[in-house]
């Protein structure tokens, strides 16, 4: 394969592969991609009838495209040729038929109308979306050919009046990327003035350096004439020479004459010609494709800079996507549990993070000893229960029928346990309210955790298994703060008692009688040796209650969160592991689509580089 053959058809295979892949947009707005765009492409725009669908077969060497009268062709037709090695059998595949190979091409010309039906209907309607198709043979050198809808003047029955405008705007959105090398039919038996094809080009191509001017139809001119002013460039002249061709008559058409023979009887009809005998040799439809192919070369040379440029980004993109996506899991279950583990790693790193202060949110946990638990405890109602009122009335009751003598110990003791109980309510409130600051960390978390976004299924596991774990580390915390405050309530600071006889006797009034004992400042005292008793408990709770909530509920989340998680794990088989692993669909056929382009753009670069630089 010569170095030519080389490059067109690596343009080719770029090409076809963007299609497969969904580079090659073919929607209603015919957008295609920066790749697409960057690569040349040949479309093939004329009138109806103007012998478009007769040159394409030319080029090709077989009979395959639907034909008919008024519009024939309703749908784009991208037709990417691909040489073979002489001997071997031709085919044509279909990009909506993957798996079918096609070696008679009548079939392929009924697919053809069958695929374009299934969009149009079988009017006379049309559709922006193309038809994709490949014909691999070794009578055909490599093109990629767009054959597009016959431009017309006028709507005929069962088409909208806006048919027109219509058309001309697909062709357009085709013939106006600068990439785009028009090839533009014109019959020779009709003015080249009023050519539909050579008026489009020259209004998208004025300087005429990405048109090719084909006249067909050269045989039907009426005798006398010629079409020697055209094909010579004085009529109308482009940058590239003219081409003529002569298509099949109607009757060879019916006879189903062969198109091999019919390039041999075109290249008779040019040789034998008083017209057009000195030009016989750049004459007729092979010249024609040869001529495309050597103009594609030079394009494509000259664009081989920017191309590897845009691919080259392109790989880059794709890698960085990949990455960020995610490699494929491994199918043995130990790769899967290695992946499990690695995952459960990432998401404990961001979690302690958040903890020690690298990321927001641990400093809420701080937040609640340094304002909510103090402020659970100033509010808590120690007013109302040492109230004169209350005090008098439990001294009273701890009493019963016998008077105290010197202190009311057991009136002390009932007003300092009632008092500790409401201790509980911080305490717990207390272990909720980091509780509940865990678990949003480990939400956080979770969602901050990239390698975790692919799974979802393993997303709601993980966050199951570390809230379950703070659960019990709740449970444990809550047993703990409450004991602390059952401690309180279980033996009470001796010295405090022993500081009591000795404030009597250094009160300035005499010893009290029965009367003084139960007379208001009496119980003012005690409430107020009771409060400070209560002010001592609270000043060690405020500190230690902190103490054991980070003991029992942070250090341990930071330490032993998965602890369970990971024991659970070790017992689960393949299969199990397989179904933690289960990623979004949307992302896997993301990454599959990534992994193919990927892989599509390495190979383009490699065969670039391979055959850019021979000459």
Known sequence: ???????????????????????????????????????????????????????LESIVGRDFLPRG???????????????????????????????????????????????????????????PIPIHLSIYSPNVVNLTLIDLPGLTKVAVEGQPESIVQEI??????????PNCIILAISPANQDIATSDAIKLSREVDPTGERTFGVLTKLDLMDKGTNALD?????????QHPWVGIVNRSQADINRNVDMIVARRKEREYFASSSDYG????????????????????????????SITSLINKSIEELESEMDHLGRPIALDAGAQLYTILELCRAFERIFKEHL????????????????????ALRKLPFDRHLSLQNVRKVVSEADGYQPHLIAPEQGYRRLIEGALGYFRGPAEASVDAVNFVLKELVRKSIAE???????????????????????????????????????????????????LPQEVEKSATPAPSNIDRYAEGHFRRIASNVSSYIGLVADTLRITIPKAVVHCQVKQAKQSLLNHFYTQIGKKEGKQLSQMLDEDPALMERRQQ??????????????????????
């Open 1 to 55: 394969m010569t170095t030519m053959e080389s490059l067109i058809g690596l343009v080719n295979r770029i090409q076809r592969a963007c299609t497969v892949l969904g580079d090659y947009g073919g929607g209603d707005n015919n957008t295609f991609s920066s790749l697409w765009e960057a690569l040349p492409s040949v479309a093939v725009v004329g009138g109806q009838s103007s012998g478009k669908s007769s040159v």
């Open 69 to 127: 009268s008024g519009i024939v062709t309703r749908r784009p037709l991208v037709l990417q040729l691909h040489k073979l090695e002489t001997g071997s059998q031709e085919y044509a595949e279909f990009l909506h038929l993957p798996r079918r190979k096609f070696t008679d091409f009548s079939l392929v010309r009924q697919e053809i109308q069958d695929e374009t039906d299934r969009l149009t209907g079988k009017t006379k309607q049309i559709s």
């Open 168 to 177: 001309e705007a697909m062709v357009r959105s085709y013939v106006e990327k």
């Open 230 to 238: 055209v094909l010579e460039g004085r009529s109308y002249r482009l």
């Open 278 to 305: 000195h030009l016989a040799n750049k004459m007729g439809s092979e010249y024609l494709a040869k001529l495309l192919s050597q103009h594609l070369e030079s394009v494509i040379r000259a664009r081989i800079p």
């Open 356 to 375: 020690d202060g690298g990321r927001p949110g641990g400093d809420r946990i701080y937040n609640v000893f340094d304002n909510q638990l103090p402020a």
């Open 449 to 499: 955790t990239q390698e975790l976004k692919r799974f979802p299924t393993f997303q709601a596991e993980l966050a199951a298994a570390a809230n379950e774990a703070l659960e019990r580390f709740r449970e444990e915390s809550k047993k703990t703060n409450l004991r602390l405050v059952d401690m309180e309530s279980s033996y009470l600071t001796v010295d405090f008692f022993r500081r």
């Open 594 to 615: 990534c992994a193919k382009r990927l892989e599509l753009y390495k190979a383009a670069r490699d065969e670039i580089d391979s055959v850019s630089w021979v000459r």
